[in-house]
């Protein structure tokens, strides 16, 4: 008697092929709420912030709420991060309760609190080390384990990424992620996605670039530079979720139609509403500022200084043009049309 057939979980590759652009992981940013208003507006695969592995073990409240995944949420994947073998195997096997649709590994993070304690991008200075410990967590995890790196620390002659890549695959990583651009360079500099097809040209698990896509364009681009599987997006979400509408549109071969002012009133107001109800009034209010570009460049501007003083909803809503001070200039208040459920 055959048993009752339950549908595996995608692979890697499976996810990027149904839509290959990809949610960045940014700590304080693509949280629950930011990865459910980008799948609004079209994102599929998304990396929850980085959580520490250390945090992770004791089941600590913030590394429980960054690692909480709901039912609808997704295709998603959990980040973790750390400077000690055993303990991110541990990470990896409690991440791995969550049901996320992958855990990865960041090999990339620069910033000093990170990178200092041998964690991030600190992995870049002993490419035999981190080959070595990717190879314990793809033992522990007991699910697909991916690596987020960047090309090297910098500025080596030769970046490593090639030959870490290969020896990546080797130890089972399902997946390689490459911020084309080294440790050093932080943001800064331009992304050299050439980095990202030369590794994608020595292995046979998806490669996925990474760094300085933020437009429709930039993703065929990309996708058609480096015959990478797929592309991820951080900073250009962060200002223009409907970056992976438009993404879907281009590759289709259809037209890109950009946001109209009314969504653009609405997608903010979401986002307030959202992480408000997440966060409560007093926290909500001030990290949706982060999102002030979705309003577009000319509005932001206008209405920059006024938001940044405004402490409660009734206040944004009054600056959106919802209430009493409409902003002379400003886009007409969002019509019932606009309103998006996220
Ligand atoms: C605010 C912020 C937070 C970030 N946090 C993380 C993180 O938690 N884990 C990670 O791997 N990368 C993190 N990154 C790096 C992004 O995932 C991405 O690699 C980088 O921003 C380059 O892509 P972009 O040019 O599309 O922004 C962060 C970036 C930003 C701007």
Same mark, same amino acid.
């Given at each position: 008697? %055959?048993?009752?057939?339950?549908?595996?979980?995608?692979?890697?590759?499976?996810?990027?092929?149904?839509?290959?652009?990809?949610?960045?992981?940014?700590?304080?940013?693509?949280?629950?709420?930011?990865?459910?208003?980008?799948?609004?507006?079209?994102?599929?695969?998304?990396?929850?912030?980085? +959580?520490?592995?250390?945090?992770?073990?004791?089941?600590? %409240?913030?590394?429980?709420?960054?690692?909480?995944?709901?039912?609808?949420?997704?295709?998603?994947?959990?980040?973790?991060?750390?400077?000690?073998?055993?303990?991110?195997?541990?990470?990896?096997?409690?991440?791995?309760?969550?049901?996320?649709?992958?855990?990865?590994?960041?090999?990339?993070?620069?910033?000093?609190?990170?990178?200092?304690?041998?964690?991030?991008?600190?992995?870049?200075?002993?490419?035999?080390?981190?080959?070595?410990?990717?190879?314990?967590?793809?033992?522990?995890?007991?699910? #697909?384990?991916?690596?987020?790196?960047?090309?090297?620390?910098?500025?080596?002659?030769?970046?490593?990424?090639?030959? =870490?890549?290969?020896?990546?695959?080797?130890?089972?990583?399902?997946?390689?992620?490459?911020?084309?651009?080294?440790?050093?360079?932080?943001?800064?500099?331009?992304?050299?996605?050439?980095?990202?097809?030369? $590794?994608?040209?020595?292995?046979?698990?998806?490669?996925?670039?990474?760094?300085?896509?933020?437009? &429709?364009?930039?993703?065929?681009?990309?996708?058609?530079?480096?015959?990478?599987?797929? +592309?991820?997006?951080?900073?250009?979400?962060?200002?223009?979720?409907?970056?992976?509408?438009?993404?879907?549109?281009?590759?289709?071969?259809?037209?890109?139609?950009?946001?109209?002012?009314?969504?653009?009133?609405?997608?903010?107001?979401?986002?307030?509403?959202?992480?408000?109800?997440?966060?409560?009034?007093?926290?909500?209010?001030?990290?949706?500022?982060?999102?002030?570009?979705?309003?577009?460049?000319?509005?932001?501007? $206008?209405?920059?200084?006024? =938001?940044?003083?405004?402490?409660?909803?009734?206040?944004?809503?009054?600056?959106?043009?919802?209430?009493? &001070?409409?902003?002379?200039?400003?886009?007409?208040? #969002?019509?019932?049309?606009?309103?998006?459920?996220?």
């Amino acid at each position: 008697m %055959s048993s009752p057939s339950v549908t595996p979980p995608a692979s890697v590759s499976e996810l990027l092929r149904a839509f290959p652009v990809v949610l960045a992981p940014m700590e304080d940013v693509t949280d629950a709420v930011f990865r459910r208003i980008c799948r609004g507006v079209g994102a599929e695969l998304c990396v929850t912030e980085f +959580v520490h592995a250390q945090h992770m073990v004791a089941r600590t %409240s913030l590394a429980r709420r960054k690692a909480l995944l709901a039912p609808d949420d997704q295709p998603t994947a959990i980040q973790i991060y750390g400077p000690d073998p055993a303990m991110l195997m541990q990470a990896a096997e409690i991440a791995a309760e969550a049901r996320p649709a992958f855990i990865d590994i960041n090999c990339g993070c620069w910033v000093p609190r990170v990178a200092r304690k041998g964690a991030g991008a600190a992995w870049l200075r002993d490419p035999a080390a981190m080959v070595e410990m990717a190879r314990r967590v793809v033992a522990a995890a007991g699910m #697909p384990v991916t690596v987020k790196t960047r090309i090297g620390l910098g500025p080596e002659s030769h970046m490593p990424i090639i030959d =870490l890549a290969r020896r990546l695959e080797d130890v089972g990583v399902a997946a390689l992620t490459i911020h084309c651009r080294t440790a050093h360079m932080g943001h800064t500099g331009v992304a050299d996605w050439a980095w990202a097809r030369r $590794a994608r040209e020595v292995v046979s698990i998806p490669v996925v670039v990474n760094g300085d896509v933020r437009t &429709a364009d930039d993703v065929a681009r990309a996708l058609d530079e480096t015959g990478c599987a797929g +592309v991820m997006i951080g900073r250009g979400a962060i200002d223009h979720p409907w970056v992976f509408r438009e993404a879907r549109a281009r590759l289709a071969g259809a037209p890109v139609v950009p946001p109209t002012d009314a969504e653009r009133a609405a997608l903010y107001r979401a986002i307030l509403r959202a992480n408000v109800a997440a966060r409560g009034e007093r926290a909500g209010v001030p990290v949706t500022r982060r999102h002030l570009a979705v309003l577009g460049p000319a509005w932001a501007r $206008a209405v920059r200084p006024s =938001l940044f003083a405004a402490t409660t909803v009734a206040e944004v809503d009054d600056v959106l043009g919802e209430g009493r &001070a409409r902003p002379a200039g400003g886009p007409p208040a #969002p019509t019932g049309d606009a309103t998006m459920e996220f």
